[in-house]
């Protein structure tokens, strides 16, 4: 098992800006593809971003592109999306997400992440 815990969410005005964090314990997580992943009120989960498990190739959905930043740090086990130029549409609760298998491309397939963590509420006001 691989257990995941977010933090960082909070409150922001439009245009502000947010790291969130997902701490990784349990087992090997280094080798691992990782993912973010929101979701809105009355909205299904929708992927937000991806790295793989060598930090390479990030991938991102379109309506974060440029403005979001997914990073990973494997000493401290922690994956980070930066956020600037929020919108209120931005506003969610967003996951981060560890794939069941080792190694592997980025994806954007919610079927391919197997360990999830609770989730961190975003919220950004007009």
């Known amino acids: 098992q691989v257990q995941l815990v977010e933090s960082g969410g909070g409150l922001v005005q439009a245009g502000g800006s947010l790291r969130l964090s997902c701490a990784a314990s349990?087992?090997?997580?280094?080798?691992?593809?990782v993912g973010w992943f929101r979701q809105a009120p009355g909205k299904e989960r929708e992927f937000v971003a991806a790295?793989?498990?060598?930090?390479?190739?990030?991938y991102y959905a379109d309506s974060v592109k440029g403005r979001f930043t997914i990073s990973r740090d494997n000493a401290k086990n922690t994956v980070y999306l930066q956020m600037n130029s929020l919108k209120p549409e931005d506003t969610a609760v967003y996951y981060c997400?560890?794939?069941?298998?080792?190694?592997?491309?980025?994806?954007?397939?919610?079927?391919?992440?197997?360990?999830w963590g609770q989730g961190t509420q975003v919220t950004v006001s007009s």
């Open positions: 790295l793989d498990w060598a930090g390479s190739t990030p």
């Open positions: 997400a560890a794939r069941g298998t080792y190694y592997g491309p980025t994806t954007a397939r919610q079927e391919s992440y197997e360990y």
């Open positions: 349990g087992r090997t997580f280094s080798n691992r593809g």
